[in-house]
């Protein structure tokens, strides 16, 4: 399986972003796609998770509310619309793809990464 994340980019706080994480390989055995970030100095946190077959979604608590996950599985696509961003937002994101049972906050949980891609919000 390979990820490909793209989309990021210098954006003003309160702006909005979108980033896109492209599937390929196989990819069949995996149900449900994640985004993390890692900002410096910090460990890598979970941001949101999508199932490939279900439209039930799971969010940080930070980014409830202002960021939204979505998929094309004709696209083999996951995007994360990234709305009224704050500087603490700033990190590198990276899409994963998990087999699990459950969506999982965790990213022992999550066998394939993408390259990641850096979103800095400036205040």
């Known amino acids: 399986v390979q990820l490909q994340a793209s989309g990021g980019g210098l954006v003003q706080a309160g702006a909005s972003a979108r980033l896109s994480c492209v599937a390929s390989?196989?990819?069949?055995?995996?149900?449900?796609m994640g985004w993390f970030r890692q900002s410096p100095g910090k460990e890598r946190e979970f941001v949101a998770a999508i199932w490939w077959n279900s439209l039930r979604p799971l969010y940080a608590d930070d980014v409830n509310g202002r960021f939204i996950i979505s998929r094309d599985n004709a696209k083999n696509t996951v995007y994360l619309q990234m709305n009224n961003l704050k500087p603490e937002d700033t990190g590198v994101y990276y899409c994963a793809a998990g087999s699990g049972s459950y969506l999982s906050r965790s990213y022992s949980q999550y066998m394939y990464w993408g390259q990641g891609t850096l979103v800095t919000v400036s205040s």
């Open positions: 390989g196989r990819i069949y055995g995996n149900r449900y």
